[in-house]
């Protein structure tokens, strides 16, 4: 069956509409899936301790900086594919058709079809790609400078525990101690050797230091609840400790003055990418048109090309060229001050690490000082030539000075760890 002659315009349409969905296919980013969540925290059994890099990726699996990474690097890729498309916008579809009316006009018809193509301006294609590579630069070291913040979070945590793990343990060994102390009294005071008041205070003694250790316990107990709320890990990660020195070339590779060296040229971009995209864009217009004058005539086809040009757009892209300049503005002062403060906080860093060093020497020189006058008290009182008071108020100056030891250790541990962070160093 012959199709009538006014539908042959609409079949061209529906060509044109299809060539246009192409197109528009071209210009327009597909969806991107995220990423699948990354494997699983490495989880250590009882007894055997991770380490500082296995803690570090088991904690960022579980934080909002996994997320967030992966965010950004999703809208980098989606800009990407903006850039790399034909045309500058989607489409359009024009579809128009116009009938005479009256004796003079009877069986007038007019059928238009046509398309239209956004267009790049010149340079602007290039521009977008750019931004777009910058965008996707700053994504990587978005995520670089965050997995360094979260280190600082799980070297922080880690040295908690460890402090807290090594105070339970000195208060378990005084406690074991002073139980032996207790019980050896009590043997000698049936025996006759002792009074009964010494029995008392090596008893009290032997008490305090039974809280002391549950104490101790209880602290263990909450902050490893909060390592393991951070990294899904149950023991405290290995030592981690100073590799490298500090040089000039380290501060230039820390992630933080990577990330503000990426800002930088994404601002840049940014910027450029502003100038040249003002206003909207000009489209390229493809039209069919049918014409029958009246009944009886015959038809008439013409292809029309038409280019819409925008202008006076000027003045409409002056907010967004002056929020680009803003954000390059900022960019360039974030990262001159960032100098400073890295130099600085690396500065800091080494002189706590000195100072921390020195104090803990010390105080591992007095705890082996007062254990062994505390060991020469116990063999002295054993033999009678010592008051029990004076062999307790030695074991109890011994066991302050084993927990403050424990305690400057764990110092020692932070200012390594600022060392690390003040390098840029991840585990």
Known sequence: MKSPPWLTPWRVACVIAGGALGCSALAQPPSIRTPASAAAAVRAATGVRPTMAQALDAAWTRSLYAVEARGRQTHAQAELRVAEAWLA???????AQREGRGTAADGARETDVGVALPLWRLGQRQQQKDAADAESAWASAAERAARLRLAAQVRDLANQLKRSEAEWQEAAQQRQLLDQLSADVERRVKAGDLAP????AAKADMLAARVLEREAQQAYVAQRSAWTLLTGLAAAPETDEVRVQA?????DEHAEAQLAEAAVQRASHRLAQAQAQRGAPPELGIGLRQERPGLGQPRQNSVALSLRM???TQTQSLPGLAAAMAEQDLAFAVQQRLRLQLEAELTLAQGHLAASQAQAQAQQERVALLRERAQLLQKSFQAGESSLPE????LAAAGQASTAHARQQAVLGQAQARLHQALGQLP
């Open 89 to 95: 916008g989607a489409p359009t579809l024009e579809l």
């Open 197 to 200: 008041s010494d029995a008392m």
């Open 247 to 251: 040089t000039a070339a380290t501060l």
């Open 310 to 312: 925008p202008f006076g």
């Open 391 to 394: 062999l307790l108020r030695a």
